[in-house]
């Protein structure tokens, strides 16, 4: 694999590169154990900070993860597949399914840490769904885990004029979630907007999400519409990037 | 903002922490210039190294750049809005526009570095296009440089069966790009899948990015599918995530 560019940069970065292609090229899979310091020095012929600096541009990339005590593995990705658009079909929630079974296929998810309280509204969050300065929000938070492995937050923000005394202010929102009940109240969203950024994660986002090194978080926000194009709830998400290809299915 | 939970954490997280709630609170706004380390030394009375890596934790995150020998910086973030369902409508590319076009606003778009050849599919791409072994693609790369700073690299794959002799295989695809030329063919693209990941950049992309420390990239793989479902092009797409916003709007 050398070429005169490779050979121009530095020890560690070429060990890095080489490892890498052997990874891309299915010579190491996933879940499988990279060759630790030692193996590198050996085959190497380099120093072991040499060695530990290659393995540590993998880490940093999110290609390989650490574990305490036994080496260095090739990072395990099984993401689960989120089809954006079709999740929110109403055949989905109107007939009683949650969202996201949409996209579980055989995994396990669970939702756990459900909060569910009054506000007042964010600047930002106010500024969207329309709000008079004094009126507050239900904010519901809660924790989404797959397979073991907390994989997505989410904050959703509804107007408390519109969901007051209704299940969405309680911890279960009932058969359908939140949608099927803003349909029963005469407001079913039918208009969705997403937005989708990606950056590193706060220490504490890593946290929460049990985040391997050298992964970012995608912020996914969503917007619902009435068919009179009234905003009537604000989804705000952190997704561990590492456990989700986000999908869009549509026609030209 | 003293707390309980933060008065365990170290200084220099302690020091981050509340620069970043200072950012968020619009006190340093985008491109302002943050305190140095001879100010956080002064005002919290900590050593030079700590001062530095409270920093240096905000440029991992990516909220703030270091620019040299003027001092860290509030990262300026001016994302494009890049409206994923609208720019692929067929009055965008049948009407002679290109479908970058929709999505540039007042901002400066060139598109450089296009390069277009024959090559032999990548095994991945074979499969979606389900091409005999021995079948050849037409590859065009190319750049994109959104107000100076690049911001995007895309890779698409036709099959050369379908697109040998026309202006798919010339620099210039002509009025409505590629897909105007599908649709004359008889393969007009009616169908998308977008498959959008985010990771850490490779050295060699955070180098043709011209990225900043601590800054994904999104990944998006767009599939074309004809009426008839016959998958034309597959596009692979590496974007700067803090140079984007993506969008998706949709009915429910």
Redesign the interface.
Known sequence: MANTDNDRRPKY?RIADSL?EAIQAGEYGPGDRLPGENDLMATYGVARMTARQALG?LR???VAEARKGAGVFVREYR?LRRR??QR???EQWGNGRSIWSADIEDRNLVVDQVTVVEESAPDRVGAVLDLAAEETVCVRRRRFVLDGKSVLLATSYLPMSLVTGTAITQEDTGPGGAYARLAELGY????????????????DEATQLSMST?????LICRTAYTEGGRPVEINEMTLD??S?????????
Chains 1, 2 share one sequence.
């Open positions: 970065q890498r541009v940093d990339e999110g993401p954006g658009i929110l079909a109403q079913p969203p039918v208009h969705f907007r997403e937005e989708i950024r990606s950056r590193m994660p706060s220490k050298g992964t970012p978080v995608f990037a590492a989700y290809i986000l999908e869009y299915d549509f026609e030209a």
